[in-house]
């Protein structure tokens, strides 16, 4: 089992930048495929991007390609989600995921959930 913990979140103006980042204790992050989910006030929780145990496969929302990029770093046992030119829109709370390795990243089947981060953008 692992437990993931998100930081990073934050209060920012629209059209900034903001990374957040996402720890895995205590087994090696390197054994799971990792996602990012977002739930913004009254919706549900969406889908953001995915990336898979070695960072090969990567997937996302097609509405956030080119804004959001995914990316891990096993060694520090983290993956990141960096967010460019945010817009109020993007306000949520933003959860990562992870499941067991597999070849390719994925939108769903994921069973372990951090407690999420607060992304606010103001516009």
């Known amino acids: 089992q692992v437990q993931l913990v998100e930081s990073g979140g934050g209060l920012v103006q629209a059209g900034e930048s903001l990374s957040v980042s996402c720890a895995a204790s205590?087994?090696?992050?390197?054994?799971?495929?990792v996602a990012w989910f977002r739930q913004a006030p009254g919706k549900e929780r969406e889908f953001v991007t995915a990336?898979?145990?070695?960072?090969?496969?990567?997937a996302y929302k097609d509405s956030l390609k080119g804004r959001f990029t995914i990316s891990r770093d096993n060694a520090k046992n983290t993956v990141y989600l960096q967010m460019k030119t945010l817009r109020p829109e993007d306000t949520a709370v933003y959860y990562c995921?992870?499941?067991?390795?597999?070849?390719?990243?994925?939108?769903?089947?994921?069973?372990?959930w951090g407690q999420g981060t607060q992304v606010t953008v103001s516009s």
């Open positions: 205590p087994r090696a992050i390197s054994n799971y495929n």
């Open positions: 990336i898979n145990y070695n960072g090969v496969s990567t």
């Open positions: 995921a992870a499941a067991r390795a597999r070849e390719y990243a994925t939108t769903d089947g994921y069973e372990y």
